[in-house]
């Protein structure tokens, strides 16, 4: 099956500056890659997906990039604010989105 | 605005114990999932279901079983709860089809003593 691989596990940035998280999948069939975001003591909240035909995606201050040779995707959150401390998981699946296969997470921390 | 509940927030049981947990969405979602979370683990998928009475393994099958007997409810079952189950239980919903967005409960806390 499908084997989601991501580091850091825990990742500590200055406030105003850029984070980067980073997975890798290993079945080439995959073709779906949402990321989600867990706040302390709060569920799981989809901030970002992309789909296998696209290489890139943004949404204000997030993106996502995706490089289907390497089977590798990318978390990328920009000029970073104190809510964005939170835990950030990332998952893969195929035939769209019925059964995720998610990383093991990282814990970002902004650091005022 | 889709809400998905859970029965219980914490939980503690005995070992052996048969233990129920609960999920129940109410935006006629398709597809419903138990996860398992643990530190340092992530997500790991338990059971998941396309319809009802419709059941497929997960990644970690071993121990548990689930039911779905009407489209908004999803059970999640432990026979006979061992320590090695002490974990944070999530459900989560989805409309069925691709691409589409799993919305989560807000879990259950389990403590098997």
């Known amino acids: 099956g499908e084997n989601v691989e991501q580091h850091p596990s825990t990742l500590s940035v200055q406030e105003g500056d850029s984070a980067v998280i980073k997975c890798t999948y290993s079945?080439?069939?995959?073709?779906?890659f949402p990321w989600y975001k867990q706040e302390l003591g709060k569920r799981p909240q989809l901030i970002i997906d992309?789909?296998?035909?696209?290489g890139e995606k943004k949404d204000q201050r997030i993106a996502v990039t995706l490089n289907k040779t390497a089977k590798h995707f990318s978390l990328h959150i920009t000029e970073t604010q104190p809510e964005d401390s939170a835990v950030y998981f990332c998952?893969?699946?195929?035939?769209?989105?019925?059964?995720?296969?998610f990383g093991t997470g990282t814990r970002l921390t902004i650091i005022p | 605005d889709v809400k998905v509940t859970q029965s219980s927030r914490y939980l503690v049981k005995r070992t052996g114990e048969k233990v129920f947990l609960e999920c129940v969405q109410d935006?006629?979602?398709?597809?419903m999932f138990w996860y398992r979370q643990d530190p340092g683990l992530g997500l790991r998928l338990i059971y998941f279901?396309?319809?009802?009475?419709?059941?497929e393994k997960g990644d970690i099958p071993e121990g548990y079983s689930v039911s779905r007997e009407k489209k908004e409810r999803f059970s999640l079952i432990l026979e006979s709860a061992s320590t090695n189950q002490t974990s944070m239980y999530l459900c989560?919903?989805?409309?069925?089809?691709?691409?589409?967005?799993?919305?989560f409960g807000p879990g259950t806390r389990l403590t098997v003593l």
């Open positions: 935006m006629d979602h398709e597809n």
């Open positions: 998952a893969a699946s195929m035939r769209g989105n019925e059964k995720l296969t």
């Open positions: 992309i789909r296998s035909n696209v």
């Open positions: 079945d080439s069939a995959s073709n779906y």
């Open positions: 279901s396309y319809d009802v009475k419709m059941k």
């Open positions: 989560a919903s989805q409309q069925g089809g691709s691409y589409n967005e799993q919305f």
